[in-house]
C-alpha cells in the first residue's frame, strides 16, 4: 500500500516554511518605517478582499505568506513602528517574539503544575527575579505567603484582586451566596476603565465603584477617598477594595499610594496598586519613588508587554496572601485531581486566574531579561524618558504649545492653545499624514494630545523628527 495523505506539514516543510516566516519578519521590522503608522484601511476594505468561501483544498504556503503582504498589511496599524505614539505602547522584541515561537512550538497547557513542570516552575522563578529587578517588598516572593502570576493584561490582574477582596469582606461567603448590594470599592476618577468592567463582571455592580477625584496633577486626593468611605459606613454599606494608579492612562499621574494605603489600613480595605505601563521604570533606582507605599498593599501589577519588551500578552500580578486568591478562584473537580496537587508543594497557577488554560508565557519573559539584562533593560527606559523629557521642554519654548499634565516619566500630553478644534485637526492631520500616530485624551474638559515615548525601537531621530512634524502642521 502506498503512504497515506496525512495533510499535515511535515518537520522539513516546517522548517523551510519556518525559515521563510522568520526572513519576512525580519524584512518587515527593517522596513517598517516604510508604512504610514496608522492604517488607511477603509471599513470592511480587509474583509472584501478575503475569498467569500473557504479553500476546498489546502493551499501553498508560499500563496498564504504572500497574501499576508497583500491583503493583510493594508489593514495593520504597525504598533512595532519606531513612529507609533499613542495609547502607551505594546511593546515586541527579537528575543520576545521567538520565545513565544517556542512556546507556541511546545504548545504547553499549563494549568497545573503537573501538565508540565517547567511552566509553572520557570514562571514562578521568572516573577521571582521581577521582585527584585524591580525592588518590590519582599512579601511579594514565592518564598514569603504571597507570590506572583501571570497574567493575561492588568485588566485580568485587577479584576482578580476585586475578587478576592471581595471573598476577603465577606469571608469568602459571597462565591456561595452571591453579592448582596452592600460593597463598595474605589478608584481615582482618572482610573483604567476595567475597574469599571471588573465591577460588572465581579457582581459589585457599577453604581457601587466610586470614582474618586483628582487633584491639579490628576491624581487621586486621598481627603475625597476617605471622607467617601465615611459617607459610605453610615449610610450602612460595606467598603472593600481600593484600585491606586500608578502613572494612569490619560496623563500618567502616580496617585499617593503611602496615604492611600494609611486609609485602607484605617479602615481594613484591600489595597491594589496598577502600575501597568509605569511599573517598568522601576528597573532603575532612580524612577523607584513612583512605587512609594507599595509595602501596605495587598496586591500589585505591571505589564511587561508594554515598556518591557516582552510581546502581548504578559501582566505580572503580585498578591501579598497566596491564600486568599487560592481560595476565592480554586474549583477542583475529579479531573483535575493528581498526586502532585494533593501534596500541597507545588503551585498550580490555575487557582491564580480566571480562565483554566494558560500558555508557556513565561518563556518570552525569560528569553527577554537574559537577552538584555538589566543593564540593556535599564538603557532603554532611561533613554525613552529622556527623550519624552526633552520633548516636554520643546513644547514648554514654543508659544504655541502648554503642557497639559506633568511630565513623571515617558508621557507627554500637550496641546495647541489654539482650543480644541485646532488640536483635533492637528491630530488628524498627522495621524493621516502617516508619519507619526497620536491618541488624545480629555483633561479638565479640553482636549489634549499625548505623545508616549516608549516603543522598542524608536530613536532620538524619531522623537526629533515627530516634534518636527508637529511644527510643521501647527505652521498650517
Known sequence: ???????????????????????????????????????????????????????????????????VEKLILPGVTHWQSPNFYAYFPSNASGPAILGDLLSSGLGVQGMLWATSPACTELETHMLDWLVHMLGLPQKFLSTSSGGGVIQDTASSASLCALLA?????????????????????????????????????AGIGRNNLRLIEVDETFAMRPEALARRVEQDYRAGLVPFFVCATVGTTSSNAIDPVPAIARICG???????????????????????????????????????????????????????????????????????????????????????????????????????????????????????????QKFADWVRKDDRFELAAPVPLNLVCFRHRGGDEINQSLMDRLNRSGDLYLTHTRLNERLTLRLCVGQTNTTARHVEKAWKRIQQEAAK
Open 1 to 67: 500500500m502506498g503512504s497515506e495523505k496525512t495533510f499535515h506539514m511535515t518537520p522539513e516543510e516546517f522548517r523551510r516554511h519556518g525559515h521563510a516566516v522568520v526572513d519576512w519578519i525580519a524584512d518587515y521590522y527593517a522596513r517598517i518605517e516604510s508604512y504610514p503608522v496608522l492604517s488607511r484601511a477603509e471599513p470592511g476594505q480587509i474583509r472584501a478582499s478575503l475569498p467569500a468561501d473557504p479553500p476546498a483544498k489546502g493551499e501553498p504556503f508560499p500563496a498564504i505568506l504572500a497574501d
Open 165 to 201: 477582596a471581595r471573598e476577603r469582606a465577606t469571608n469568602f461567603a459571597s462565591n456561595q451566596r452571591g453579592c448582596d448590594g452592600k460593597l463598595v470599592a474605589y478608584t481615582s476618577s482618572q482610573a483604567h476603565s476595567s475597574l469599571e468592567k471588573g465591577a460588572q463582571i
Open 266 to 388: 484605617e479602615h481594613k480595605l484591600w489595597l491594589h496598586v496598577d502600575a501597568a505601563m509605569s511599573g517598568t521604570a522601576a528597573l532603575c533606582p532612580e524612577f523607584r519613588h513612583t512605587h512609594a507605599g507599595l509595602e501596605l498593599a495587598d496586591s500589585y501589577c505591571f505589564n511587561p508587554h508594554k515598556w518591557m519588551f516582552t510581546n502581548f500578552d504578559c501582566d505580572c500580578f503580585y498578591v501579598a496572601d497566596r491564600k486568599a486568591l487560592i481560595q476565592t478562584l480554586s474549583v477542583l473537580p475529579e479531573y483535575l485531581r493528581n498526586k502532585a496537587t494533593e501534596t500541597g508543594a507545588v503551585i498550580d497557577y490555575r487557582d491564580w486566574q480566571i480562565p483554566l488554560g494558560r500558555r508557556f508565557r513565561a518563556l518570552k519573559l525569560w528569553f527577554v531579561i537574559r537577552h538584555y539584562g538589566v543593564e540593556g533593560l535599564q538603557h532603554h527606559i532611561r533613554q525613552h524618558v529622556a527623550w519624552a
